[in-house]
């Protein structure tokens, strides 16, 4: 276990880095934000030279920190609620970019991982990547049989420079939720064990490959969306293979226009492509930004890079359908409705008055184009109703809505006047009549009733009485044992002191983006 000073020093150096790009000012006069917290943002900012006229450049901050930061900080970007609606939407645009790792050290990784040599694997390799990220590079090859494929390795060293960081993330969010209030119901330490997660998922290529192969078999009856096939053969924990993709990147409107593909269809494919996923199949690419995207020439949507999946329960996305459909047609009461069932409310509120809250954010927003909507504005709205009905974060809608607003962005880059919700509309309705109808209830209760009668019904039904089941939001896996400064000793409150002021408030950034702005 590392140090506590070793944790410091880092955050130290971070959040002089924070400080330099603007990136804590926010911060400064916050209400919400504990007061250490507040305290040590400002002196930061003194100790790194900058005012407080400075222009905020999170993205930048994330960037000049380093790998880890560059994945924490696309994270971040879900968080809206932590870090305020208008950095999220900075951070969304963090560009995974970092100078290439030398064509010697590719080969030594790919020899070393398959115990073979380059040119037995590939006839041709360019030594030359066509991307380099902070996790691992990409480099067109053509296999000995011909075939024209992408090979993704992992940057060498990269696994142990994320467990270091990692580690310090996980020691700043204790620290931040030990002050309780605000700081806790935001859930830091859950936020950075799923990004855990997340990373430890993107640094073993074969669980990539995997996700890949099974979103392909997901998707493989859904006209005009592919996914790329895995060459197993060579591809390993390091090392992944998959074919490689001609298109036009979905970002390129003069080139989709040339090629003559019709960008209003191609943005509703989109669309539904992602519902599709997220509520038919309950598994879906959560990292759909414009980089990940191309049109091939029959007009094909191609997706690539699955280093972050997301994966939603069945009754989830039966309650998700319900509140996207509820929305969509006004009927507020029904998705209040939800929310309680689904235990995202706490009971001792009304239903009646969430209702009433959902509408005053919902109202505006329905009939129009999202290009006559203001995502802040609305997001602001949402964020205030979570704190006044003391909602808390659920982990596992957190990649659900990233991708939402990823997905929405991309959209209305094909078709500025799409209405997201017309055009989902009519796929959840569906949906709802397939899963919630009269035909589905009876199936589900002739399969409960048999799953009932081969598992002893009087022990089941007991079992249910005592413990009945829990709502939407599925378990929360377990945290790390957390040792704080001052733990069993007489100096505590100077331990949540050194915490707050060093630790969770100077650099990770976790909530020092502007969070509760």
């Known amino acids: 276990m590392l140090r506590h000073t070793t944790h410091i020093r880092r955050l130290l150096g971070w ?45 930048g901050a994330f960037r000049a920190i380093g790998p880890a930061a560059i994945k924490l900080g696309q994270t971040l970007a879900t968080r809206p609620d932590l870090v305020g609606p208008g950095p999220a ?28 040599p380059l040119e037995s694997l590939f006839a041709e390799f360019e030594e030359e990547p066509v991307g380099a990220a902070s996790v691992a590079q990409v480099h067109r090859a053509v296999t000995t049989d011909g075939r024209k494929v992408a ?39 859950m936020v950075i064990a799923n990004f855990k997660r997340w990373t430890l998922r993107e640094l073993d290529l074969r669980r990539e490959a995997a996700s890949a192969s099974e979103l392909a078999e997901q998707m493989h009856a859904f006209p005009g969306y592919r996914v790329p096939n895995i060459d197993w053969d060579r591809t390993n924990g390091r090392v992944m293979t998959l ?90 009461t029904r998705v209040a409705e939800i929310h309680f069932e689904a235990q995202y409310v706490p009971s001792y509120h009304s239903v009646a008055e969430f209702a009433t809250a959902l509408r005053a954010v919902g109202e505006p927003m329905r009939g129009k184009p999202v290009s006559e909507l203001s995502v802040g504005q609305m997001l602001d709205g949402l964020f205030a109703i979570t704190r006044d009905f003391d909602m808390q974060t659920q982990p596992h809608l957190l990649l659900l809505q990233k991708t939402m607003v990823m997905v929405e962005g991309i959209a209305t880059q094909l078709d500025p006047s799409i209405n997201m919700w017309d055009v989902a509309a009519p796929f959840v309705r569906d949906w709802i009549r397939d899963e919630l109808g009269p035909e589905a209830a009876i199936a589900d209760r002739i399969r409960e009733n048999v799953k009932t009668l081969l598992g002893l019904p009087d022990l089941v039904r007991r079992v249910e009485e005592r413990f009945p089941p829990k709502g939407g939001a599925p378990e929360d896996p377990p945290l790390p044992p957390a040792v704080l400064i001052g733990d069993g000793g007489g100096f505590k409150w100077l331990g949540y002191l050194l915490a707050g002021a060093l630790g969770a408030a100077a650099s990770t950034g976790i909530i020092l983006l502007g969070p509760w702005s």
């Open 15 to 59: 959040g002089i880095t924070l400080a330099r790009h603007g990136a804590l000012i926010g911060i400064e006069n916050d209400r919400n934000a504990p007061p250490p917290v507040r305290r040590l943002a400002k002196l930061a900012r003194w100790a790194s030279f900058t005012g407080k006229n400075r222009e905020r450049d999170y993205a």
């Open 89 to 116: 939407e900075n951070l969304l645009k963090l560009q995974d970019k970092l100078p290439p790792v030398s064509f010697a050290l590719i080969r030594k990784e790919i020899e070393e991982s398959f115990e073979r």
């Open 151 to 189: 090979v993704k390795i992992l940057r060498p060293g990269v696994r142990e420079k994320f467990a270091a960081d990692i580690a310090t993330y996980e020691w700043a969010a204790a620290h931040l939720e030990a002050f309780g209030g605000e700081a806790s119901r935001l859930r830091p330490r």
């Open 243 to 332: 074919d490689w993709i001609d298109g036009i990147k979905i970002s390129d409107n003069a080139a989709i226009d040339a090629a003559g593909h019709d960008r209003k269809a191609l943005a509703s494919r989109l669309v539904i492509a992602f519902l599709r996923q997220a509520i038919s199949g309950g598994f879906f690419h959560a990292d759909m930004h414009q980089g990940n995207l191309f049109i091939e020439a029959d007009g094909t949507i191609t997706a690539i890079d699955f280093g972050i999946m997301g994966r939603i329960d069945r009754r989830a996305r039966q309650w998700l359908a319900e509140i996207l459909y509820g929305l969509t047609t006004g009927n507020y």
